[in-house]
């Protein structure tokens, strides 16, 4: 497995961005999601009280997320794994987002946190997927370098 975390110029196959560019995205997302991991275990204490009632045991479930949270973040920094760790961080976004409802009908419980910022959060879910889609589709250099014509 080879990290690759350069940029590339385009007389050499890459996006020719130089400064960052689309590279920049992944390594983003990577850090977004794997220190988020880490946290579920630093602090678990606000995790754990937005796992809504019925959802198991809340220890379990946030350990269960911050290790996924962990496993697709660190996923998207190796090129043969990005799509698929996008992928995966796109169907975690998805499963965890029965918090974000809860917290939005049950603001009482999160109290001092505004009314507003419990319901901003729900638009806010699409966003990051939209986000992590778009940081791990396959690029042109992706597929040159995978002996692909045109883009994985």
Do not use: C
């Not at 890459?14 to 220190?35: E, V």
């Not at 917290?103 to 009482?108: I, T």
């Amino acid at each position: 497995m080879r990290f690759e975390l350069r940029d590339v110029p385009a007389s050499q196959g890459g996006d020719g961005y130089g400064s960052g560019g689309p590279q920049r995205a992944p390594r983003l997302l990577a850090a977004a999601f794997t220190l988020a991991g880490i946290n579920h275990f630093v602090m678990p204490g606000p995790y754990r009280k937005i796992v809504p009632p019925g959802f198991g045991d809340p220890a379990t479930v946030v350990a269960v997320s911050g290790v996924a949270e962990m496993i697709g973040g660190l996923g998207t920094l190796p090129l043969r794994t990005r799509r698929l760790a996008g992928l995966w961080l796109v169907a975690l976004l998805v499963a965890v987002f029965p918090a974000n409802v809860y917290m939005a009908l049950a603001p009482a419980r999160f109290a001092p946190i505004p009314r507003w910022a419990l319901y901003l959060r729900l638009p806010l879910q699409p966003l990051m997927i939209f986000w992590t889609l778009r940081a791990t589709r396959a690029t042109r250099a992706d597929a040159a370098m995978f002996g692909h014509e045109g883009p994985a």
